[in-house]
């Protein structure tokens, strides 16, 4: 009960987000961080649960470990609990389902510690998961995250080829929804939002956000859409880092070294 | 043409080709991503904030493993294989190629290490009195503080950080100061690394002496050879496996040995020890960077070698010497 209770308040909370279509969206609930806790590989405060956003009808899912291997994900109640994972590095959730002229999907990829798989990073993003989909090129690296105010690309595919000049959408919790088309190479380059509020000082103080790609695609009479849904953290520079105050003391430490030479300088002519 | 051929200049190409491995390596030769790249744990400093780069150095896994691993022995009474494992394979692996190739790693292969030689050109060309060599006294002050920095920055703030005595901005402090990690990213075009943290005093003197050092090795670059390798953590990191190292500086100067000093003149680490007579002795110091610049430099025949195992692959000579002191003239003017 207290589970439906919490799906429930995580639906109103996103009440708009994706515009029907299913996304992957963590679930904040103890549960969820008391699993990540004991599979010790999650990020500190990560949940091991993922609730399946406007889930309906016959949607199932499955887990894409590191080594490209598959796992089956079992719903409780539209959410998913994690495995604990068995070796260290990206995993991709892929969730799937049909109706009747349409097919939705939605993906969504974790870095997890733990042993090395030794398989590049590059497969399981190049591994087609869905009819149509949204790829990340890259990834954020290992160790790092999305972060606001940068520029990432990504890639549309369907049935494993680029998709060309086809319209996805960005957003936010904050920010109106953005559109973009993706090119000849089936590429699209989005800016994420510098959209974050009541930020406190310090990386670790501050929950990141959640952004979704959506797209969808019409082949004859069948719909097909696709959703990718990853967290983004803030750019410490929009806030309590300063870069031109940081190129002006590199501008001082060069001074110094000046000095210096002035010095040194002076003493060769003086013998 | 064949002026040119010295070990010198076929240093400077392998300089450059190491530089665009390092810096961009990402983009051709290897991927993206950490989990791809060569090594993981190099003995020079290519620095990992660089998204493109083909490898990285093995003095942010040290830290990383100090913080969150070692310090589990203290704090969650962690098994000794697990606490240890982490720090055992970057250990073992820059032993591995130290006996490759030893301290070549900086004379050979840092990017960092070949940026303020390109800077110290600079300053040449552009006139700028050069200080030949740092005196003695000078060069005792400054070598124990790349000791300093590699045991309190690379391992013992980054325990302590782990254990919960510091806070989280001494997890990597070393990186926090390294140039490398500005000038890496920098080449690439990432301006993100060029800050002043004011999230607490911690990270303000931490990316303060960063950008301060960076501004300082760059002026002193144009006029001093090699600033920051002085004080570089990596070559005490080194020094603990350079007996093994295959590739080694061999001093055979009992009888034919002057004593003139040509090769502490021509060290870029003023290491005046290498003119202390020696016989068939491996004189690789833990400052040495197997540049070759004294092999170069030394006029007599065969007293100064570069030896790889028991090959002898350079040996000082009078016409080598020759030609090096042409070239250097025309050099610089």
Redesign the interface.
């Known amino acids: 009960m207290k589970k439906i209770i919490l799906v429930l308040f995580c639906a109103a909370a996103l009440w708009g987000f994706g515009d029907g279509a299913i996304y992957w969206a963590p679930h904040g609930c103890d549960n969820g961080k008391a699993t990540a806790a004991k599979h010790g590989s999650h990020g500190k405060g990560e949940s091991a649960m993922f609730a399946l956003m406007n889930q309906e009808g016959n949607a199932s899912a499955h887990l894409i470990l590191p080594d490209l291997s598959e796992k089956p994900l079992t719903f409780k109640a539209a959410t998913v609990n994690l495995p604990k994972p068995s070796m260290g590095?990206y995993y991709a959730m892929v969730a799937e389902g049909n109706e009747m002229n349409m097919t939705y999907s939605a993906v969504r990829y974790l870095s997890l510690q733990g042993r090395?798989?030794?398989v590049?990073?590059?497969k399981l993003t190049a591994l087609p998961k869905t009819d149509l989909e949204i790829i990340p090129d890259?990834?954020h690296?290992?160790?790092?995250r999305y972060t606001a105010s940068k520029s990432y690309r990504f890639l549309l595919h369907f049935k494993g080829k680029p998709l060309i000049n086809t319209t996805v959408t960005l957003e936010t919790h904050d920010t109106p929804v953005q559109t973009y088309t993706s090119d000849k190479t089936g590429a699209f380059l989005i800016t994420l939002p510098n959209d974050f509020k009541n930020v406190k000082?310090?990386r670790?103080e501050n929950k990141p956000s959640e952004f979704l790609l959506s797209t969808q695609y019409r082949f004859g009479e069948h719909l097909y859409k696709s959703t990718l849904t990853m967290p983004y953290s803030l750019n410490?520079?929009d806030f309590?880092?300063?870069?031109s105050?940081?190129?002006i003391?590199?501008?001082?430490?060069?001074?110094?070294?000046?000095v210096?030479?002035r010095r040194?300088?002076k003493g060769?002519k003086n013998g | 043409m064949d002026k040119l051929l010295t070990l010198t200049a076929l240093r400077r190409v392998v300089q450059l080709t190491a530089f665009v491995f390092f810096v961009y390596g990402a983009m051709i030769f290897t991927t993206f991503y950490t989990g791809d790249k060569l090594t993981q744990n190099l003995p020079a400093l290519s620095c990992a904030y660089d998204m493109k780069g083909g490898d990285f150095c093995a003095l942010i896994p040290l830290q990383h493993q100090m913080d969150h691993r070692v310090s589990t022995l203290f704090t969650q009474n962690a098994g000794a294989m697990e606490a240890l494992m982490g720090t055992l394979i970057t250990v073992g692996t820059v032993a591995v190629l130290i006996l490759i190739l030893n301290k070549a790693f900086c004379g050979w292969l840092c990017p960092l290490g070949f940026f303020q030689e390109t800077i110290t050109m600079i300053g040449t060309k552009l006139g700028l009195t050069q200080l030949i060599s740092l005196n003695r006294e000078t060069i005792n002050k400054v070598r124990p503080i790349k000791w300093f920095i590699f045991l309190f920055l690379v391992l013992i703030f980054p325990l302590l950080t782990g254990i919960g005595f510091l806070g989280h901005e001494w997890g990597n402090p070393y990186c926090s100061i390294c140039p490398s990690r500005i000038m890496t990213t920098a080449m690439t075009g990432d301006m993100s690394q060029i800050y002043l943290s004011q999230a607490n005093n911690g990270y303000l003197i931490l990316s303060l002496l960063a950008d301060l050092l960076f501004g300082l090795m760059i002026a002193l670059a144009l006029f001093v050879r090699q600033p920051f390798c002085r004080i570089c953590p990596m070559l005490p990191l080194q020094t603990l496996f350079k007996k093994i190292g295959l590739l080694r500086l061999v001093k055979k100067g009992s009888s034919s040995c002057e004593s003139c000093g040509n090769c502490v003149k021509a060290c870029p680490m003023d290491i005046y020890e290498i003119q202390d007579s020696a016989e068939n002795k491996n004189i690789t110091h833990s400052d040495c960077t197997l540049c070759g610049r004294c092999i170069e430099f030394c006029p007599h025949d065969g007293v100064m070698n570069f030896k790889y195992g028991p090959l002898t692959l350079l040996s000082s000579s009078k016409e080598g010497f020759k030609k090096r002191t042409k070239i250097d003239k025309w050099w610089k003017g």
């Open positions: 590095g090395p798989a030794k590049s990073p590059t890259p990834l690296r290992e160790h790092d000082v310090g670790s410490p520079n309590w880092q300063s870069q105050y940081g190129a003391t590199i501008f001082i430490g060069f001074l110094v070294g000046l210096f030479y040194i300088k060769a």
